[in-house]
């Protein structure tokens, strides 16, 4: 069983960047992938994109596509999720999950909250 | 606004057998991609309920069973019991623009 840990919680500027880090263990971290997806307050989930550590390149939702970069680093077995140019909607709790079509096990989450 | 559309709200009181409806279009599910079902108990993290259209990961009840046909897909939930009171979302692929995962909104469960 793949168990994923993510960083804390954070508080950002409007316009500023934020990265979530995504601790995997269990499993063999650079075969399965790992996407992000992120939920508002009282709203449902949204995938922001996801990426294969072994392939190492990143697909991205359209939606977030300039503003979004997931990278991973199989030494560590960590994954990460940057969101740059934050604005307010961006406030939202972000899960890391890993599969490939369907997330078998996910984070705990971590609260991002842009507040000036 | 969600490229899989599911109710709301369903409610059900214990024991009774409850139905959560999800539907998508010719690029998702009417396309032959799986369906998968999560449930999301309050201020938890999601957590797989059903994957391939009907297969129960190890540990979930078998009063969870869920159905695709088509367009759409289905969640059914027997014997309803308090600790079944969640968000349950169903989760596509999508082979349009919108992107590779697509979810429906979700729909509360409350258990009456």
């Known amino acids: 069983q793949v168990q994923l840990v993510q960083s804390g919680a954070e508080v950002k500027k409007p316009g500023s960047s934020v990265k979530v880090s995504c601790k995997a263990s269990g499993g063999t971290f650079s075969s399965y992938a790992i996407s992000w997806v992120r939920q508002a307050p009282g709203q449902g989930l949204e995938w922001m994109g996801g990426?294969?550590?072994?392939?190492?390149?990143?697909n991205y939702a359209q939606k977030f596509q300039g503003r979004v970069t997931i990278t991973a680093d199989e030494s560590t077995s960590t994954a990460y999720m940057e969101l740059s140019s934050l604005r307010s909607e961006d406030t939202a709790v972000y899960y890391c999950?890993?599969?490939?079509?369907?997330?078998?096990?996910w984070g705990q989450g971590t609260l991002v909250t842009v507040s000036s | 606004q969600s490229v899989l559309t599911q109710p709301p709200s369903v409610s059900g009181a214990p024991g009774q057998r409850v139905t959560i409806s999800c539907t998508g279009s010719s690029s998702n599910i009417g396309a032959g991609y799986d369906v998968h079902w999560y449930q999301q108990l309050p201020g938890t993290a999601p957590k797989l309920l059903i994957y391939g259209n009907s297969n129960r990961p190890s540990g979930v009840p078998d009063r969870f069973s869920g159905s695709k046909s088509g367009t759409s897909a289905s969640l059914a939930i027997t014997g309803l019991q308090a600790e079944d009171e969640a968000d349950y979302y169903c989760?596509?692929?999508?082979?349009?623009?919108?992107?590779?995962?697509?979810f429906g909104g979700g729909t509360k469960l409350t258990v009456l």
């Open positions: 989760q596509s692929y999508d082979s349009s623009l919108s992107g590779f995962w697509v």
């Open positions: 990426i294969i550590p072994i392939f190492g390149t990143a």
């Open positions: 999950a890993n599969g490939e079509a369907v997330a078998e096990n």
